[in-house]
């Protein structure tokens, strides 16, 4: 693995998680995609559904999001949701 991914999920109003993870998956009004440590830079547009966070000692993190942006960006990702909120 080539490192980990620094990881932002935050709501309109609030930080909903940060921290590192080995994996993102999310869903976006093109499909769902899955974003590991090296991926190329990205900008999204995030659908209705879930954020799935695996992080590095393999534990799961969900996060039901609605509107907003996925980008990612030198191993930095950012998901900025209307609204979310963990499961």
């Known amino acids: 693995m080539a490192g980990l991914l620094k990881v932002s999920v935050v709501a309109a ?3 909903v998680w940060s ?4 994996m993102v998956v999310a869903k976006t009004t093109d499909g769902e995609i ?3 440590p090296g991926h190329e830079p990205l900008l999204a547009l995030l659908a209705h559904g879930q954020v799935r966070l695996t992080l590095p ?9 609605e509107g ?3 980008s990612v960006s030198a191993d ?8 979310a909120e963990l499961v």
Do not use: M, P
């Open 76 to 83: 930095i990702v950012t998901i900025v949701a209307s609204e």
């Open 19 to 22: 921290g590192e993870a080995a």
């Open 68 to 70: 907003g942006y996925f």
């Open 13 to 15: 109003d609030h930080k």
């Open 57 to 65: 000692g393999g534990e799961r993190i969900t996060a039901n999001a």
């Open 34 to 36: 899955g974003v590991l």
